[in-house]
């Protein structure tokens, strides 16, 4: 971390808010570290808004069934295509939910964001990247996490943890040579922005995972309350970059 980064870097939008985001493969806890954040800060008292990608909207949702069935009647796509899909959702979803509710001075927190395009359909599919990026800004309208949470765990660990009834399209349709360049993706992407990513183990406890999660959000200058955890939840004192965000 280089000096500008220890002083602070600039905040990733105007809004008073804060948006995190939470990153992985299949498998790595996403939604329930999300829904988990969610309550710890809720029971801080501080607005917060939970949400998800694909999906947040109407359209959304319509959209995610279309990515996520895995049925025999599901609708076959390609990396394009998927793309494409995912990032219409997306900037409905920052319209209608994310800036608005950053604007209100909410905590957001969303499980899965635009470093999900980059890591399956860039990475895992082969799709160039740079056009990713483009299309990316596109859709988010610039819009930035200020903290993304990498939940990382190894493929097969992951897939392991879904039965066979739970399996998405992703899960079920993709083989693991596949999602091993997806997780190769999200740690190519945490590597690169370190001022922005935190990455935990998501092989150890959930209560382990949660306290792990709550040191990295409590350290966004105003949300220093969630950092609080139960005593002994944590295990040892976390090992976590000295991340500030300049308010």
């Known amino acids: 971390m280089n000096l500008e980064q220890q002083r602070g870097y600039a905040r990733a939008h105007a809004g008073p808010g804060w948006f995190v985001t939470f990153e992985g493969p299949e498998g790595s806890g996403k939604t329930i570290q999300a829904a988990r954040l969610h309550a710890s800060a809720v029971a801080a008292g501080i607005p917060t808004t939970l949400t998800r990608e694909p999906g947040g909207t109407p359209l959304g949702d319509r959209i995610r069934q279309i990515l996520m069935d ?16 995912f990032n219409a959702a ?45 299309l990316q ?8 996490p200020d ?21 998405q399209r992703f ?37 382990r995972v949660e306290a792990l999660v709550r040191a990295a959000v409590g350290r966004l200058a105003g949300l220093e309350t969630i950092a609080v955890v139960p005593p ?16």
């Open 70 to 85: 895995a049925g025999e009647d599901s609708v076959p796509l390609g990396p394009r295509a998927d793309a494409l899909l």
């Open 147 to 167: 903290l993304t949470v990498l939940l990382d765990v190894p493929v097969e660990i992951g897939l392991g943890r879904k039965g066979s009834d739970e399996q």
């Open 232 to 247: 002994g939840a944590a295990g040892d004192e976390p090992e976590l970059p000295a991340l500030r965000i300049t308010r």
């Open 171 to 207: 899960e079920a349709g993709f083989d693991l040579a596949y999602h091993q360049r997806v997780r190769d993706g999200f740690r190519r992407l945490a590597a690169a922005e370190p001022e922005r990513f935190v990455s935990v183990d998501a092989t150890a406890s959930e209560a």
């Open 90 to 134: 997306r900037a409905q979803h920052v319209d209608d939910v994310l800036r608005p509710a950053l604007a209100r001075g909410e905590l957001v927190i969303c499980a899965r964001y635009a470093d999900s395009t980059l890591a399956y359909q860039g990475y895992g599919s082969g799709l160039p990247l740079a056009a990713l990026a483009e």
């Open 137 to 144: 800004q596109l859709a988010t309208d610039g819009l930035r």
